[in-house]
């Protein structure tokens, strides 16, 4: 188990993955907003309760995606240059922990998405200036992935202040890659550039921020061809950094009849452990209203079900968009 101090962890994170960090200070430049595409029956369910649901990365619909990417991480390894490479950058901070860290996860590369929890989101793009038009339609593809004839789109705007992370769930963008060649030269630069910072630190941590780096690149790995999902992932590794306290519950859910266990992330349990702004009457700015055959009834829904959550104007929070639903 990883320690939580919080601070180190964030900083350890970023210099492991520097493609992460640069993605969310572009995303927090470009107005910090993400869209979640999911039911309306869903959707009333995620605010009357206040919580985001995380569901096992083994029953994604993406899953096979999951494997490529588990796949490509694997491959760049396997090659002994390149393994060699990283392995002489890490321990030039703390010799053996990249090698310990890449034979457990090629040890266990079969499941090393095993016990991960992913919500995923789209970045939502709505400068008008700039001729962006999803606070209008959303996104057509996600529609269709995700709206089953009822679709809501809850578009979150993040806070715009870094702090502390007690839930122990991440935020990271997918990377639509064919190698990872060109990031890991990054990462290895990135790493000599902080190597007295990482130096400085726990081996222990050092070992699961290269442990937690291996599984999040194979987990929000996908093939260029999704590129426009524009993807972000909100992951928890319990197995690497379980949160504290018991923070997240795990309860037994069946979804689409299949009985499982998922990852659950109640927002005013996290705001009392520290972390602010997260209830969802701060983060959903707009709910966008899908391609339905019923976009005035489920609107009526949606109203009611903001309001009836204490949220504040709550009729000016709901666009429908008027997208003809095909059947």
């Known amino acids: 188990m990883a320690d939580t101090n919080f601070e180190t962890l964030a900083k350890l994170g970023n210099t492991f993955m520097p493609h992460a960090d640069s993605a969310r200070k572009d995303l927090m430049a470009g107005g910090g907003q993400l869209a979640y595409?999911?039911?309306?029956?869903?959707?009333?369910?995620?605010?009357?309760?206040?919580?985001?649901?995380?569901?096992?990365?083994?029953?994604?619909?993406?899953?096979?995606?999951?494997?490529?990417?588990?796949?490509?991480?694997?491959?760049?390894?396997?090659?002994?240059?390149?393994?060699?490479?990283?392995?002489?950058?890490?321990?030039?901070?703390?010799?053996?922990?990249?090698?310990?860290?890449?034979?457990?996860?090629?040890?266990?590369?079969?499941?090393?998405?095993?016990?991960?929890?992913?919500?995923?989101?789209?970045?939502?793009?709505?400068?008008?200036?700039?001729?962006?038009?999803?606070?209008?339609?959303?996104?057509?593809?996600?529609?269709?992935?995700?709206?089953?004839?009822?679709?809501?789109?809850?578009?979150?705007?993040?806070?715009?202040k870094t702090q502390p992370n007690p839930s122990m769930a991440f935020l990271s963008p997918v990377a639509y890659l064919e190698d990872v060649r060109a990031e890991m030269k990054k990462l290895i630069a990135n790493i000599k550039l902080n190597q007295t910072f990482i130096t400085a630190q726990d081996r222990t941590q050092v070992f699961y921020a290269v442990c937690a780096m291996l599984v999040m690149a194979s987990v929000c790995l996908k093939h260029p061809g999704f590129r426009e999902e524009d993807e972000w992932r909100i992951l928890h590794m319990p197995n690497i950094y379980p949160s504290p306290g018991g923070l997240l519950k795990f309860p037994i859910k069946t979804i689409d009849g299949i009985p499982q266990k998922i990852c659950v992330m109640n927002l005013a349990d996290i705001e009392k452990a520290g972390m602010t702004g997260l209830t969802l009457n701060a983060l959903i700015r707009r709910v966008i209203i899908g391609p339905t055959a019923y976009p005035d009834t489920i609107a009526d829904a949606m109203v009611a079900a903001i309001t009836e959550a204490g949220f504040t104007d709550p009729g000016k929070r709901i666009h429908k968009s008027y997208i003809p639903l095909r059947v």
């Open 37 to 160: 595409y999911t039911t309306a029956d869903t959707a009333v369910k995620m605010i009357t309760n206040n919580e985001f649901w995380l569901r096992d990365s083994r029953v994604m619909n993406d899953y096979t995606e999951v494997r490529r990417g588990i796949g490509i991480v694997t491959q760049h390894f396997l090659d002994p240059a390149l393994r060699a490479e990283f392995i002489a950058a890490v321990d030039a901070c703390h010799p053996g922990v990249a090698d310990e860290a890449l034979t457990k996860f090629m040890d266990l590369r079969s499941h090393a998405a095993d016990g991960t929890y992913l919500m995923s989101l789209s970045r939502h793009h709505a400068d008008k200036s700039k001729g962006e038009d999803e606070d209008e339609y959303g996104r057509l593809s996600m529609w269709r992935a995700y709206g089953k004839g009822t679709g809501v789109a809850l578009v979150f705007q993040l806070p715009d």
